[in-house]
């Protein structure tokens, strides 16, 4: 039994940051009942004392009735088998899937399989990024890995661990700062605390459970991103400076930008269609994750959802009201070694002209850039 489509949470962090340690403490919370925690090999992770009995080949039931299996092969073949257990019976319910990646990994295969598989994408939803941060050795770790830094741009949550094994304050305040620059719109946590929960690290996506309706400043990180002071509008710079003097001595930070592209009024499908196409066909592959709220001129009344990470992109759905009265077009584009002069004059060129003025395909194809600068 499941309430489809089903979220998945993305559980990453680099080597030795704690994902096992905090995954142990959330299994015991009662609201992650009828969870499926999905890792990579049984031997390099320790679900402590939860093991009960080897219930089937590549899945383990847990003491607390959730499930551990690993990725068999790939990760679609994994929640194939999942939705085929529940659908069968073999699974009694199915309420939510954690996935944790390995230390290494860039989270944006992960988060693909989840959002472009045709038939996955009717039974899950992605729900959320949740990236930790090792308050010990996080500088580190960022300044000699990319993937690091790229863990974190695309979080949803930054939950810092360790930061009671005698970290210097000033060292974990100027890591709190690095991260807030690196993603500026996610919420940034502490494992210690004992609010860092369930509620807390959970339940990231468009739809709010604790109200029963859209969030859409929540979910495009607005709220986070205004508290710390780094929300980037529609200016149409885009070398403006964001004046953090510890940001000049970070080269991976400085390849990571977030910020936002705004236009009020509605704008037409055909127009945001072909930006968005152009812009992962050019540029996909440094586009780390984006976020949207879209008004269409052919139906204002009900905004558009896009969700995409690099060339792929989420169905688009439908609203079917504004949730928060706010209507126009809010993108939020976190990029790696993306030119964002690039993206706002190809964004200008298709909100700032009218319908019938819409750039010819075929001529931006061959060189957007050209034409995007008009």
């Given at each position: 039994m499941a309430d489809f489509p089903i979220p998945?949470?993305?559980?990453?962090?680099?080597?030795?940051?704690?994902?096992?340690?905090?995954?142990?403490?959330?299994?015991?919370?009662?609201?992650?009942?009828d969870t499926a925690v999905i890792i990579n090999e049984y031997g390099e992770v320790a679900i402590d004392h939860l093991l009960v009995e080897q219930a089937s080949d590549g899945i383990i039931q847990l003491s607390?009735?959730?499930?551990?299996?690993?990725?068999?092969?790939?990760?679609?073949?994994?929640?194939?088998d999942l939705v085929d257990r529940l659908q069968t019976g073999r699974i009694a319910r199915l309420a939510r899937v954690i996935v944790e990646t390995t230390g290494l990994a860039d989270p944006a295969p992960v988060l693909q399989s989840v959002?472009?598989?045709?038939?996955?994408?009717?039974?899950?939803?992605?729900?959320?990024?949740?990236?930790?941060?090792?308050?010990?050795?996080?500088?580190?770790?960022?300044?000699?890995?990319?993937?690091?830094?790229?863990?974190?741009a695309v979080a949803d949550r930054i939950v810092?661990?360790?930061?009671?094994?005698?970290?210097?304050?000033?060292d974990l305040e100027a890591l709190r700062a690095r991260l807030r620059q690196i993603n500026p719109g996610a919420d940034l946590l502490d494992a210690?605390?004992?609010?860092?929960?369930?509620?807390?690290?959970?339940?990231?996506?468009?739809?709010?459970?604790a109200t029963e309706s859209a969030d859409v400043r929540r979910w495009l990180g607005e709220e986070a991103a205004h508290d710390h002071g780094h929300h980037?509008?529609?200016?149409?710079?885009?070398?403006?400076?964001?004046?953090?003097?510890?940001?000049?001595?970070?080269?991976?930070?400085?390849?990571?930008?977030?910020?936002?592209?705004?236009?009020?009024?509605?704008?037409?499908?055909?127009?945001?269609?072909?930006?968005?196409?152009?812009?992962?066909?050019?540029?996909?592959?440094?586009l780390l994750r984006m976020k949207g709220v879209i008004e269409l001129k052919e139906d204002p009344s009900r905004p558009?959802?896009?969700?995409?990470?690099?060339?792929?992109?989420?169905?688009?759905?439908?609203?079917?009201?504004?949730?928060?009265?706010?209507?126009?077009?809010?993108?939020?584009?976190?990029?790696?070694?993306?030119?964002?002069?690039?993206?706002?004059?190809?964004?200008?060129?298709?909100?700032?002209?009218?319908a019938v003025d819409t750039p010819d395909r075929a001529a931006l194809e061959n060189n957007p850039l050209a034409i995007a600068g008009q």
């Open positions: 998945v949470s993305v559980l990453t962090g680099f080597l030795g940051a704690g994902k096992t340690t905090l995954l142990n403490r959330l299994l015991k919370d009662p609201a992650l009942a607390d009735g959730c499930l551990c299996c690993t990725v068999r092969g790939e990760l679609v073949d994994t929640l194939a959002m472009a598989h045709p038939a996955l994408v009717q039974a899950f939803r992605l729900d959320g990024v949740i990236t930790l941060v090792d308050a010990v050795n996080g500088e580190a770790t960022l300044d000699a890995h990319v993937e690091a830094v790229k863990q974190v810092l661990s360790k930061a009671d094994l005698g970290a210097n304050p000033s210690g605390d004992m609010k860092t929960g369930v509620a807390a690290l959970f339940d990231c996506g468009l739809y709010n459970p980037h509008g529609d200016h149409g710079d885009g070398d403006h400076d964001h004046g953090h003097s510890h940001d000049h001595g970070h080269r991976h930070d400085q390849r990571v930008r977030s910020y936002s592209l705004v236009h009020d009024g509605p704008v037409p499908f055909s127009a945001i269609e072909m930006f968005l196409d152009l812009l992962r066909s050019t540029h996909g592959e440094h558009l959802v896009i969700h995409g990470v690099q060339k792929i992109l989420h169905p688009p759905a439908r609203l079917p009201a504004w949730p928060d009265g706010q209507r126009g077009t809010r993108l939020v584009l976190i990029t790696l070694d993306m030119p964002e002069d690039y993206v706002r004059r190809l964004f200008a060129a298709f909100t700032n002209r009218p």
